[in-house]
């Protein structure tokens, strides 16, 4: 599986962003699906991941409400909906591809990355 990230860029405080990553291989829709990110200083941060089927997703409690996770499976493409943007957003936003939605969630052992994306948020 490779993933391509993309939708990223500059926006002001409070507004959105819709980040999407293209998975190639036939084995997409069975992979759970996540995005992580990492500020510069600072380790990396689980965002949200979503199950294989879709029928499940997670949350960091800082994207809980304002981040919307979805996967498109006639696309192989999962989406990260963007809202209400503040400062402490800004980071490099990787996708990535387990399994495991566990793996995801701490961001460890996790089967395949994405190469990142750059969100930056101006207040």
């Known amino acids: 599986v490779q993933l391509q990230a993309s939708g990223g860029g500059l926006v002001q405080a409070g507004g959105s962003l819709r980040l999407s990553c293209v998975a190639s291989?036939?084995?997409?829709?069975?992979?759970?699906m996540g995005w992580i990110r990492q500020a510069p200083g600072k380790e990396r941060e689980f965002v949200a991941s979503i199950s294989w089927g879709g029928s499940l997703t997670d949350y960091a409690d800082s994207a809980k409400g304002r981040f919307t996770i979805s996967r498109d499976h006639a696309k192989n493409t999962v989406y990260l909906q963007m809202d209400s943007l503040r400062s402490d957003d800004t980071a490099v936003y990787y996708c990535?591809?387990?399994?495991?939605?566990?793996?995801?969630?701490?961001?460890?052992?996790?089967?395949?990355w994405g190469q990142g994306t750059q969100v930056t948020v101006s207040s």
């Open positions: 990535a591809a387990d399994p495991n939605l566990t793996h995801l969630r701490l961001g460890a052992q996790i089967a395949y």
């Open positions: 291989g036939r084995t997409f829709r069975t992979y759970a």
